[in-house]
């Protein structure tokens, strides 16, 4: 006997009617917010309408239509047109990450199951497409349900440090001047797979130090204050492993005189804000001497970001203190028919390069580490194991500044970027000079810089985008030593030491790029040195 063909039913059709309606106006509402109209929304709408006329033509969908396939195919694609809307509406309110895009991809195919399975019951099943499609969405279901488990349980990110106690907040907290400070009174620990456990304790000054540690110095003191960014706060080390703590520690046993050490670093800040952190902590502090460390890592990146922070918040507070007669002066304009001038709203990408930027992401893995909660608790494990199989390279931690600021001949922004973190550098040079306090930059270079193998893995894992480019991994480092050499500042180059032991297979950084305990104790060892040195001469003269 052949295979009998079922009708479907008139609520399929005012279903597949629905979807079409709908997918219509999810595809117009970003344009009523601004977003130009563009090529993917007019091809949409065209889609649209031409699969509406064909339901709608007499006979299309009439019992025992021998060309069941152009119905499956109205149906498939109204379902893709009704997911497209949803996730083009959801790049233009939000973005998209692991979460979001797994869950789009799992209504998109119970949507397309439900209504093949449902128009031709028999028909899908015996071609071999409902049992895998439904395999795929159990798949795909269990992993939203593993993310969603990993978001609710665990940080956003494994570089957060969960408090011991939930009342006390986040420990990053926005500053009144600059961007990011510490929370004053945090304790908790981190949850990094590479360092579980270690210990994070914020004092009253906002310094992660004891309680101790929050008081000005005694007259008799020697005074440092020590300015930086992750590295410097210590990120992966313990409270009494941070370089501060050490430098504290050794210069208190090697000196006839008492030393107070101020670790000031906070996650995410530049030189920029390194400078308005000092202005900050200047007057309890009394410093005698102030280090700033600048890290090649990121620092240019963050100095950038600065700017941004910057631009952004005083527009907010130009918005917020407006003059008390600006209506009144914007009503006299009406009524004596003057315009006002005023900036037209930057422009909204449109939905094609919306489109093709999402694209772009979900094809790098770094979207998927950088958005999943799930993979960035399993990524070391897993990448240490497929490494081991020669399946995955082993990550490097380089941002996309970092390579651009590698490459033998950088784009001109990087060096905008790289000076403006100079002369944020020479400003906090000329605010310790103000201060009657000597001044020490600690430059502290990435790990690929402070590793030819990391650096030889690195150069040979650049995309198409740098193909036929050269890297080169102490240009950078050795310029900026010797610009800031030049402008009379005290400058500790720890460059040789690391070079020197990541060679003798002793690196003194995580594999992720922060400084482990050992690194840590090597940037005390040779400031302790410097501090020594810089303590029996007078000051140059800038």
Same mark, same amino acid.
């Given at each position: 006997?052949?295979?009998?063909?079922?009708?479907?039913?008139? $609520?399929?059709?005012?279903? !597949?009617?629905?979807?079409?309606?709908?997918?219509?106006?999810? +595809?117009?509402?970003?344009?009523?917010?601004?977003?130009?109209?563009?090529?993917?929304?007019?091809?949409?709408?065209?889609?649209?309408?031409?699969?509406?006329?064909?339901?709608?033509?007499?006979?299309?969908?009439?019992?025992?239509?021998?060309?069941?396939?152009?119905?499956?195919?109205?149906?498939?694609?109204?379902?893709?047109?009704?997911?497209?809307?949803?996730?083009?509406?959801?790049?233009?309110?939000?973005?998209?990450? &692991?979460?979001? #895009?797994?869950?789009?991809?799992?209504?998109?195919?119970?949507?397309?199951?439900?209504?093949?399975? #449902?128009?031709?019951? =028999?028909?899908?099943?015996?071609?071999?497409?409902?049992?895998?499609?439904?395999?795929?969405?159990? #798949?795909? *279901?269990?992993?939203?349900?593993?993310?969603?488990?990993?978001?609710? %349980?665990?940080?956003?990110?494994?570089?957060?440090?969960?408090?011991?106690?939930?009342?006390?907040?986040?420990?990053?907290?926005?500053?009144?001047?600059?961007?990011? *400070?510490?929370?004053?009174?945090?304790?908790?620990?981190?949850?990094?797979?590479?360092?579980?456990?270690?210990?994070?304790?914020?004092?009253?000054?906002?310094?992660?130090?004891?309680? %101790?540690?929050?008081?000005?110095?005694?007259?008799?003191?020697?005074?440092?204050?020590?300015?930086?960014?992750?590295?410097?706060?210590?990120?992966?080390?313990?409270?009494?492993?941070?370089?501060?703590?050490?430098?504290?520690?050794?210069?208190?046993?090697?000196?006839?005189?008492?030393?107070?050490?101020?670790?000031?670093?906070?996650?995410?800040?530049?030189?920029?804000?390194?400078?308005?952190?000092?202005?900050?902590?200047?007057?309890?502090?009394?410093?005698?001497?102030?280090?700033?460390?600048?890290?090649?890592?990121?620092?240019?990146?963050?100095?950038?970001?600065?700017? +941004?922070?910057?631009?952004?918040? &005083?527009?907010?507070?130009?918005?917020?203190?407006?003059?008390?007669?600006?209506?009144?002066?914007?009503?006299?304009?009406?009524? $004596? =028919?003057?315009?006002?001038?005023?900036?037209?709203?930057?422009?909204?990408?449109?939905?094609?390069?919306?489109?093709?930027?999402?694209?772009?992401?979900?094809?790098?893995?770094?979207?998927?580490? =950088?958005?999943?909660?799930?993979?960035?608790?399993?990524?070391?494990?897993?990448?240490?194991?497929?490494?081991?199989?020669?399946?995955?390279?082993?990550?490097?931690?380089?941002?996309?500044?970092?390579?651009?600021?590698?490459?033998?001949?950088?784009?001109?922004?990087?060096?905008?970027?790289?000076?403006?973190?100079?002369?944020?550098?020479?400003?906090?040079?000329?605010?310790?000079?103000?201060?009657?306090?000597?001044?020490?930059?600690?430059?502290?270079?990435? &790990?690929?810089?402070?590793?030819?193998?990391?650096?030889?893995?690195?150069?040979?894992?650049?995309?198409?985008?740098?193909?036929?480019?050269?890297?080169?991994?102490?240009?950078? !480092?050795?310029?900026?030593?010797?610009?800031?050499?030049?402008? @009379?500042?005290?400058?500790?180059?720890?460059?040789?030491?690391?070079?020197?032991?990541?060679?003798?297979?002793?690196?003194?950084?995580?594999?992720?790029? @922060?400084?482990?305990? *050992?690194? @840590?104790?090597?940037?005390?060892?040779?400031?302790?040195?410097?501090?020594?040195?810089?303590?029996?001469?007078?000051? &140059?003269? @800038?």
């Amino acid at each position: 006997m052949g295979h009998t063909v079922r009708p479907p039913s008139a $609520s399929l059709t005012r279903f !597949h009617e629905t979807t079409l309606v709908i997918s219509a106006l999810m +595809h117009w509402i970003p344009a009523f917010r601004g977003q130009s109209v563009g090529a993917l929304r007019i091809g949409a709408s065209v889609v649209v309408v031409l699969l509406w006329m064909a339901s709608r033509r007499r006979g299309a969908w009439s019992p025992g239509d021998p060309r069941e396939w152009r119905r499956s195919l109205s149906l498939l694609a109204a379902a893709g047109l009704f997911w497209t809307g949803v996730t083009e509406c959801w790049t233009v309110f939000s973005r998209l990450y &692991a979460l979001s #895009v797994l869950g789009l991809s799992v209504g998109f195919l119970f949507h397309s199951l439900l209504v093949l399975g #449902v128009a031709s019951e =028999g028909q899908w099943t015996r071609w071999g497409v409902l049992r895998p499609g439904l395999v795929l969405v159990g #798949v795909l *279901t269990g992993l939203l349900g593993i993310e969603l488990f990993c978001q609710w %349980r665990f940080p956003g990110s494994f570089y957060d440090v969960v408090p011991d106690d939930a009342r006390m907040g986040e420990m990053i907290a926005e500053a009144k001047s600059y961007r990011f *400070t510490l929370q004053p009174g945090f304790v908790g620990r981190t949850i990094h797979p590479e360092f579980p456990g270690r210990r994070v304790s914020i004092n009253a000054w906002g310094l992660r130090d004891d309680d %101790r540690a929050a008081e000005s110095p005694r007259a008799e003191e020697l005074s440092i204050l020590v300015l930086g960014d992750s590295l410097t706060f210590g990120t992966g080390v313990e409270d009494h492993e941070t370089y501060s703590a050490l430098l504290e520690e050794s210069l208190t046993a090697s000196m006839s005189r008492s030393v107070r050490v101020y670790g000031a670093g906070v996650p995410g800040l530049g030189q920029k804000d390194c400078r308005l952190r000092l202005a900050e902590y200047a007057e309890r502090t009394q410093p005698d001497l102030v280090i700033a460390a600048l890290y090649e890592g990121n620092d240019f990146d963050e100095d950038l970001r600065h700017e +941004h922070f910057l631009r952004r918040r &005083a527009e907010a507070v130009e918005q917020s203190n407006s003059p008390p007669n600006s209506t009144e002066e914007t009503a006299r304009k009406e009524d $004596s =028919g003057e315009k006002e001038e005023r900036e037209p709203p930057p422009p909204i990408p449109g939905s094609d390069q919306l489109l093709r930027v999402s694209l772009e992401r979900l094809g790098k893995v770094n979207f998927w580490f =950088g958005s999943s909660a799930c993979l960035q608790y399993l990524r070391p494990t897993l990448e240490e194991s497929l490494a081991e199989r020669g399946v995955l390279k082993r990550f490097v931690p380089v941002n996309n500044f970092l390579t651009k600021a590698l490459l033998t001949t950088p784009p001109p922004g990087v060096h905008e970027a790289v000076y403006a973190s100079i002369q944020a550098l020479r400003g906090i040079a000329a605010d310790c000079e103000a201060l009657g306090a000597r001044l020490i930059v600690l430059v502290i270079p990435a &790990a690929v810089q402070a590793s030819p193998e990391i650096f030889d893995r690195f150069a040979s894992t650049r995309g198409r985008k740098y193909r036929g480019k050269k890297f080169d991994r102490t240009l950078l !480092h050795n310029t900026l030593v010797t610009v800031l050499r030049a402008d @009379h500042e005290v400058v500790v180059d720890p460059l040789p030491l690391l070079e020197k032991e990541f060679v003798a297979g002793n690196p003194g950084y995580y594999r992720e790029g @922060h400084f482990n305990a *050992t690194g @840590h104790r090597w940037m005390a060892d040779l400031l302790r040195t410097e501090v020594q040195q810089l303590l029996t001469q007078p000051p &140059a003269k @800038h």
